[in-house]
């Protein structure tokens, strides 16, 4: 539980941190998942379904106006991601008709399966810090530190974690600057 509460902690402090999109116009982030292509901002929680997803964790039949929730993202009891999920509207919507406008991928939960998973072509689960700066090329570095960098490209923010020491990626954060437009979830 203690180790749950710090990811938590750390991703309500890296997602503050990038809440600030670019406005370039640029091309929005892709994550593949299971060969499907969801496109931040565009690809609906419906559209998921038709492609054979599930919610592994909840069944949420409604979405409130200007909010945002989570779409466990599952396919035969493997887990695709912690997909962001909003509503931008005023009125309450069906949960299919939400918006996925980002991912929270875990590669440290050996609780779990977990499907690879691909962001803009690149599967970054085991990357080094460098390995990631190398793959990102000409996004721009907005943090590097110990536990985490972020960067911006295309108008969307990444955040990499580097939890417990660890060398390698443990946590991944994608997402199109949605969540700044609707309250807190928390």
């Keep these: 539980m203690r180790k749950k509460k710090n990811i938590l902690l750390s991703l309500i402090c890296v997602v503050s941190i990038l809440l600030t999109a670019c406005s370039d ?7 593949t998942c299971d ?4 496109k931040l901002g565009k690809t609906t ?18 979405l409130d106006g200007r909010t945002w929730s989570s779409f466990f993202a599952a396919k035969d009891d493997v887990l695709y991601g912690d997909m962001s999920v909003a509503n931008k509207g ?12 980002g ?17 803009n072509g690149v599967n970054f689960e085991g990357y080094t810090k460098e390995e990631i700066k190398e ?23 990444y955040a990499f974690m580097f939890e417990d020491g660890s060398e390698t990626l ?3 954060i994608v997402d199109d600057g949605t969540e700044k437009e609707l309250p807190s979830r928390y």
Excluded: H, R
């Design 35 to 38: 060969g499907y292509e969801v």
């Design 135 to 157: 793959a990102m090329g000409d996004a721009e570095i907005k943090q590097d530190s110990e536990d985490y960098l972020a960067f911006e490209l295309g108008g969307c923010n």
């Design 45 to 62: 929680v419906g559209d998921m379904k038709e492609a054979g997803f599930t919610n592994f964790l909840s069944g949420e039949e409604q």
């Design 90 to 101: 005023s009125y309450k919507i069906e949960f299919d008709k939400g918006v996925i406008f």
């Design 25 to 31: 116009g640029g091309k929005k982030a892709v994550v």
């Design 170 to 172: 443990t946590t991944l």
């Design 103 to 119: 991912v929270i991928l875990y590669n440290d939960n050996l609780e779990i399966p977990t499907g690879e998973v691909l962001v």
